[in-house]
């Protein structure tokens, strides 16, 4: 029974692609299943996951967020660039410069997508364009390489919360960012599970308008959900920063596709209302070994982007097909009743 | 037939929205020459800018038709990088192998059509066999096709046509330039498909209400299918027009197409949830971006501020629709209120 029950999630598919899909990678080079390198894919892929779960709560509530990379970008580069004009060297200080522009960011993408009701693809084209429009143009171009970055953003970089010995004496360890990853999976756990805004966000995503008649404050919700992926994406452009030590204006920029590809692949469906946050990380694994692994078994990086496309189509295609076959076998059911 | 009644009425209400297009048309129009009369009205403005926009043209007239099904197509540039890309591959080692430029062209222009048609194809089937919503399947196709491009070429540019190929997209013909040709033939032919068949009338019926088309006896799957194999063989002619202009290809080249394309679909009065869309509309959006986009240009202003600029209108002209939209609602509640209040004063 309970295994049936897991066959029947989509996730369960995903999962099992993972792990047959690391053991190959395993057999074809053993280094991949170390420690090491797993608390390295861990530190490069936090970040990722982060913007995942933001965009894994606009797709809950029925919409879809292209704009959360160039809002972690804007972030970014606005936060390193006043560290660097004011002399302020502080970590959190950069985080909150970070957070505050991707809440208001994503503050307006709820304007136009809750009071003027626009379809939210377009309307996080449109935003993304124009802040990295407006960025560009009235910020800068110009690249921060790592001699003029901040110490204290490349110290939290190579912050570790736990310390392992090689055999060689020197150590690895687990960087913080999996901390911040938890935590915000926790945060957003709990918001999904146990508070109004929550069930709301499901329930506007089923339908928007049987929530509104049952009594949500859909406009609050949506404000919600997409300040929300606001602010993870302004967490992410920091920790982004500190993990390649080089913030480039034209980053991150154009890789939401994978992103959403993760998400979609984790179970959460493109119209709403339902979906699960270990779904989506279960996406992000297979995203990241697929994006970060395809050098280790040989294959160079020009394949990534063919990869990903294809494992995305190939996933919903299975998706959308046992809908449809599950649909019409029970019309069928009925006919039969009947 | 009360259900087409009402449908053409709809019809004609929104493409009133025609009229503030040619106002803010000509606005924008008057205003670059005001700005600078020398410069905007010269001749080789006008032609420059009658050569740049078919191009983007041709993948907005994909995406409009995309959208009239209540659809969207994302993979639109990709499609066009992929089928420059084999174009331009089979020209460079034709060209290199010492064939006929006539043979080498007419191949390429062949393999262009049949790898369009396949990843129409593939659009096609994901959306109405499946079941896939559009947004995801062509986001999917989009990495796909893009990645194939990127696989065949390994990141680098591909140039080296014969020169013969070049007049496609730089050649003019009494002055006018060819790309610009093609687009108002390429323009004519979808008027045509949209208004003149029964494709065309379908497309905006399974646009307006899919359940209401499927039980009208419309086959949707069918109609579905031929939308997006046109719509990527429309992206492979601009991907024909976008080789020989700038004489190479390379993957990712004219990724802000896609947002242009949106933004002058949507402004050209299609809707993104379906039914609406006419050619008129979208032309005079076509041209108002080109020109804004030249004016621009002139005044040395930068690519990024372009940018942000399109975000900027895309966003402006949904509100200002969704408000006009808002408005007219309001004054028909209205105007049926006093009708209702005088109706019932009658009464007492």
Known sequence: ?338 | MNQLLSKLVKLQFKESKNKYLLIIMVLVILTMTVLMPSQFLSGSNIQSMAGQFPEFGFLALAMMLAMITGGIDLSVVATANFTGVVAALILNKATTAGVAPTVSITGAIIAVIAVSIVCGLANGSLIAFIGVPPILATLGTQGLFLGLATVLTEGYSIGGFPLEFMTVGNGTIIGIPIPFILFVVGAFVVALLLNRTQQGFNMYMIGSNPTVSRYSGVNNSKVIMKTYVVTALLAGVASIIMISRANSMRPGYGSAYLLQAILVVVLGGADPDGGFGNIPGLLMAIVTLQVTQSGLNIMAFSPFFRKFMWGFALLLVMAINFIAQWYSDYKRVKKMRAQSASAAEVVS
């Open chain 1, 1 to 338: 029974m309970k295994i049936k029950q897991l066959m029947r999630h989509s996730e369960t598919y995903v999962l099992l692609i993972v792990i047959l899909f690391s053991a190959f990678v395993t057999s074809v080079n053993p280094a991949f299943l170390t420690l090491e390198n797993l608390f390295d894919l861990l530190r490069s892929s936090s970040g990722t996951a982060i913007l995942a779960v933001g965009i894994f709560m606009v797709l809950l509530s029925g919409g879809v967020d292209v704009s959360s990379t160039t809002i972690a970008i804007v972030g970014q580069y606005i936060s390193v660039n006043v560290l660097i004009s004011t002399g302020i060297d502080n970590i959190f200080f950069a985080f909150a410069i970070s957070i505050a522009l991707g809440l208001s960011l994503g503050a307006i993408n709820a304007v136009f997508v809750s009071l003027f009701k626009l379809p939210t693809l377009i309307v996080t084209l449109g935003t993304s364009s124009l802040y990295h429009g407006a960025m560009l143009e009235f910020v800068g171009t110009r690249a921060v390489n790592v001699g003029g970055l901040p110490q204290s953003i490349k110290d939290f970089g190579s912050l570790n919360v736990l310390e392992v010995a090689r055999p060689d004496g020197s150590t690895f360890g687990l960087s913080v960012f999996f901390v911040i990853l938890v935590a915000v999976l926790l945060l957003s756990w709990f918001i999904l599970k146990y508070t109004m805004i929550g069930r709301g966000i499901y329930a506007i995503g089923g339908n928007l308008e049987a929530a509104k008649r049952a009594g949500f404050n859909t406009r609050r919700i949506q404000f919600f959900v997409y300040m929300y992926s606001g602010l993870l994406a302004g967490i992410m452009g920091v920790m982004h920063l500190s993990l390649i030590r080089y913030s480039n204006p034209n980053y991150l920029v154009g890789t939401e596709l994978g992103v959403i590809a993760a998400v979609v692949l984790g179970g959460a469906r493109i119209s709403g209302g339902s979906g699960t946050l270990t779904g989506t990380m279960i996406g992000v694994a297979l995203i990241t070994i697929l994006e970060k692994n395809l050098i280790m078994i040989g294959l160079s990086s020009y394949w990534q982007q063919f990869f990903v496309g294809l494992v995305l189509v190939m996933g919903v295609s299975i998706t959308y097909l046992q809908a449809k076959l599950q649909k019409s076998g029970r019309q069928i059911i009925v006919k039969e009743e009947e």
